[in-house]
C-alpha cells in the first residue's frame, strides 16, 4: 500500500502516534509518505520507503493569516496524484480531516479515488469543538470522513456528546513500541548524574494549561517535605513561565531538574521512580503509557480516558483533579515501601503490554484493508 500521513509533527502524542505508525508500515514494507509541515521529531530512522513533504506556507502581503489549510489540501493533491496514494490518515479533525476531505472532491474531479481515516485524539473534540464556528466544520469533517477512530471509550462519548456525527467511531487505543523502553546499560550512569539517594518523580508535557504542571511542582513540594526527592519536568510550553516562578515561590528550585524538550523521553523516564500527571483531563495520556512502559508507576487524575490506560492501585494511583494533597499522599504511600514500589513497577510494566504495538497496530491495517477492498 502507498499511504499518506498527516499530524501535527511537533512534541505532542498524536504526532508520536503517527509517526510510529508510518514507522511501522514501512517495516511491513508499505511506502510512507508524511506530509506536515515540519519534520516529524520521532521520524528519527532512516528508511527508503519513508518520505517527507513540507507544507510551505505562501508568505504574501495580502494575507494576514497564511491559508495553511489550503496549502496543506494542494499538498495532499500532489503528493496523492505523483506518489499514486491509495489512502490518507490523518490525525485531528481540524484542519487535516477538512483539508483531506477537500483534497479528495478535487482528485474526484479527475476520477482519482483518495479515500481517508480520520483518528481523533481528543483537543480537537474537546476544546476545539466547543467553539460554536469550528462545530459544524468539524461535524461535517467526521462524517464525511471514509472511516473515523478514536483513541479512548471516552473520547467516543465526549464525540458523541459534543456532535451530531452519524459515522460510526471506532475506538483504537494508542499503543508502544514496548523494546524502546525500560532500563538498559546507561541507566544507573544517567540516575547517578541526577540524584544520590533521592527518589526521581519526573513529568513530561508540552505545558498546555490542561496539564496543570503548577499542581506537579506543588505535589512535589508536599512529597520532599517528607523524603529526599527530586523532580524532573521534561518539555515545555505556555505555562513554563508560570512553572517557573512557582518553584522560585516555593523555593524548589534546587530540587528540580527543568531539562525542556527532550528527544531520547524514554532514557530520562526509566530513572524515574513516579511520573506525575496531574492534568485537567486527558482523553488517552500517551505520556503515563510512555512511563508505564519504562516500569514507572503513575500518580494521575483519574479524568477522561486515564482509568482506561492506568489501572487504580494496580500500576498507579488516581486523584480528583486538583487534589494535590491527595496525589502528594498517594505518591508517598508508593515511594515510602520499597517493597510496594517494586511491586507498582512491575504491574506498570505490564499494563503497557495491554498496548503493545503489534497488538493495537492490526486494528489499523484492518480499517486500511477494509477502505482498499470498497475500492
Ligand atoms: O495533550 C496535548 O496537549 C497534545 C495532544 C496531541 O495532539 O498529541 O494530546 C492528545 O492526543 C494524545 C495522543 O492520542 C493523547 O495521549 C492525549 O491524552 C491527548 N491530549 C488531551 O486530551 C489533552
Redesign the pocket.
Known amino acids: 500500500m502507498k499511504i499518506g500521513i498527516v499530524c501535527?509533527p511537533t512534541y505532542?502524542?498524536?504526532?508520536?502516534?503517527a509517526t510510529e505508525l508510518g514507522k511501522a508500515l514501512a517495516k511491513q514494507g508499505h511506502i510512507v509518505h508524511f506530509i506536515t509541515y515540519s519534520q516529524p521529531v520521532r521520524l528519527d530512522a532512516f528508511a527508503e520507503n519513508i518520505f517527507y513533504h513540507e507544507v510551505s506556507v505562501i508568505d504574501y502581503p495580502l494575507f494576514e493569516y497564511p491559508p495553511y489549510e489550503l496549502m496543506l489540501t494542494g499538498k495532499m493533491v500532489d503528493v496523492a496524484k505523483y506518489h499514486q496514494l491509495d489512502l490518507l490518515h490523518v490525525h485531528?479533525a481540524i484542519p487535516h480531516a477538512s483539508a483531506a476531505w477537500h483534497a479528495r472532491m478535487i482528485l474526484e474531479k479527475e476520477n482519482i479515488r483518495l479515500p481517508f481515516v480520520t483518528t481523533l485524539?481528543?483537543?480537537d473534540i474537546?476544546l476545539l469543538g466547543q467553539d460554536r464556528d469550528l462545530e459544524p466544520v468539524i461535524n461535517f469533517a467526521i462524517d464525511n470522513s471514509d472511516a473515523v477512530t478514536c483513541?479512548s471509550q471516552w473520547l467516543k462519548k465526549e464525540t458523541l456528546k459534543y456532535f451530531k456525527v452519524n459515522k460510526e467511531i471506532k475506538v483504537i487505543p494508542?499503543f508502544i513500541n514496548l523494546k524502546n523502553y525500560g532500563p538498559d546499560g546507561e541507566t544507573q550512569t544517567l540516575r547517578k548524574q541526577y540524584v544520590r539517594n533521592e527518589k526521581i518523580l519526573v513529568h513530561v508535557?508540552?505545558f498546555?494549561p490542561?496539564?496543570r504542571v503548577a499542581d506537579a511542582v506543588r505535589v512535589f513540594e508536599l512529597i520532599r517535605k517528607k523524603i529526599p526527592a527530586k523532580l524532573i519536568l521534561v518539555g515545555d510550553g505556555p505555562d513554563m513561565p508560570k512553572v517557573t516562578a512557582l518553584c522560585r515561590a516555593l523555593k524548589v528550585c534546587d530540587d528540580i531538574i527543568i531539562t525542556g524538550m527532550v528527544r531520547q523521553v524514554e532514557k530520562l523516564l526509566a530513572i524515574g521512580d513516579l511520573f506525575l500527571l496531574p492534568?485537567e483531563?486527558?482523553?488517552?495520556?500517551?505520556?503515563a503509557l510512555e512511563a508505564m512502559a519504562s516500569g514507572v508507576p503513575v500518580i494521575a487524575t483519574g479524568s477522561?480516558?486515564i482509568p482506561e490506560v492506568i489501572e487504580h492501585e494496580v500500576c498507579g494511583l488516581l486523584n480528583r483533579t486538583g487534589d494535590i494533597a491527595g496525589m502528594a499522599k498517594n505518591a508517598l504511600h508508593i515511594l515510602q515501601n520499597e517493597k510496594m514500589l517494586a511491586r507498582y513497577r512491575k504491574n506498570a510494566r505490564k499494563r503497557a503490554e495491554h498496548f503493545a504495538a503489534e497488538k493495537i497496530l492490526p486494528y489499523y491495517f484492518r480499517i486500511y484493508k477494509e477502505l482498499m477492498d470498497r475500492g
Do not use: C, D, P, Q
Not at 12 to 17: F, H, P
Not at 281 to 287: K, M, T
Open positions: 501535527y505532542g502524542g498524536s504526532g508520536v502516534i485531528y485524539h481528543g483537543t474537546t483513541v494508542n508535557s508540552n498546555r490542561v496539564k492534568s483531563e486527558e482523553s488517552f495520556g500517551l505520556a477522561g480516558g
